[in-house]
C-alpha cells in the first residue's frame, strides 16, 4: 500500500517532465522563426533605406525638394 503513493507522484512527475519537454521544443522553435523574422525585417529596412536615399537623389535632381544640407 505504501508504494502506491510513490506511484501516483512518480506518474505526475512524468507528466510534468514530458509537458516541459514539449515547452522546451515549442520555445526552441519560437525562437528561430523569431531569428528568422529579425533577418527578414532587417533586409526590407535595409531596402527601404536604399529606396529612400534614391528616392531624394532624383528629387535633388529634378529640383523637387529643397537644397539638401552639405
Known sequence: MSDQPDGVVLVFLRRIDARVEKLAE?????????GHLEEQYA????????LDMR????????????????
Not at 515549442?26 to 523569431?34: A, G, T, Y
Not at 528616392?55 to 552639405?70: F, H, I, K, M
Open 43 to 50: 533586409s526590407l529596412s535595409r531596402r527601404v533605406d536604399r
Open 26 to 34: 515549442d520555445m526552441l522553435e519560437v525562437k528561430q522563426r523569431l
Open 55 to 70: 528616392l531624394e537623389r532624383v528629387e535633388r535632381r529634378l529640383e523637387l525638394s529643397e537644397a539638401a544640407p552639405q
